[in-house]
Each structure stands twice: as structure tokens, then as C-alpha cells.
């Protein structure tokens, strides 16, 4: 079984509820209102996108660092997924006789790899901050970053011990960490 971190599911999930509002205001600007094809997919990229960043900070990411640098990282791969992915895909693929709509969607799974591991590793990187997948890493490795909890040495297959948790939060996956 392939095990992919929680961070995929969270992207593919807003990512593809920011990418229909894109391909709808995309289709209504240039298919109902008539406005140029770039113009549209312009507007509609950037309201998407914006979107997603805050979604994705908040939710998928659980990004805790300063909002200034992880905007400025933002700015600058969105501009290059802009420029090299989504015109350069959407308006080549239009050039080509594709149905706009179905270029936008081609161009969509081209960005979507593209702004997943941009996002994961560059725009919300974490430094030497631990990056956990579960509430069980979460409930161990958050105090641990924080100073709060200190793990004894372990010996090969046997849970951590530690010593400052409640009791109700001692609890390990299926065992129970000790008391020291």
C-alpha cells in the first residue's frame, strides 16, 4: 500500500474546489462575456489562487511561521507556474485547436504537480520545525518542539517515555508511554 502524506489530500481537495472556480470564471469572462482568453484565465487564476494560499496555509499546511515570507515565496512560484504553466500550456494548447476549457484543464494537472511541491517544500517549508502527518506525531513531536516534554533515551522497540504529559495524553497509538 502506498502511503502518501496527508499534505496530497488536503491539496488535491482545495486545489480542486480553487481550480472549478477558476475554469467557471474562466468560462464565464471568455465564454459568456467574450473578454480575451488570456484576460479571462488571468482573473480567474488569480482569484483561485489566492484562495488556495489561504486555504492551504490555514488547513493542509497548518503553517505557523510569519505570513510575509511564505507570500513573498508564493508570489514568486505562482508567477512562474503563470507564465511557464498555465498561459504558456492553456494558450499553446488553444493555438493547437483544443476547446479552451479542456486546454485549461490539461494545464490544471500540469500545475497542480507543479504548485503541490512548490507549496511542500519551498513556499511553506518549515525549517527545522519536525513536519508531522498524524495526531499522534503531532501530540509528541509539538511539545518536543516547544521544550515542553523530555524524551528519554529509548531502547530498540519499546515506546518513549515521557514525563511531563497529563495523564489523558500519554496515551501512544495502541500502547501507553510510561510515567518517569
Known sequence: MIRLPRTVLGFALINGCTFALDL????????????PLALAVTVGYGIAFSLAFVLNRRFNFRSHEP???????YVAVVAVNFGVILLGVTMALDAL????????????????AFMYCAMRWFVFRTGSRPRVDS????RIHEPVQHGLVALSA???G????????PEHEREIGNGRAENR
Open 97 to 112: 485547436g483544443v476547446q479552451y476549457q479542456v486546454a485549461r484543464i490539461v494545464a490544471g494537472a500540469c500545475e497542480g
Open 24 to 35: 467557471a470564471i474562466v468560462s464565464t469572462l471568455h465564454g459568456l462575456l467574450g473578454l
Open 154 to 156: 529509548v531502547p530498540s
Open 67 to 73: 505570513v510575509g515570507g511564505e507570500v513573498a515565496r
Open 158 to 165: 519499546k515506546a518513549p517515555r515521557i514525563g511531563s504529559l
Open 135 to 138: 495526531e499522534v506525531d503531532a
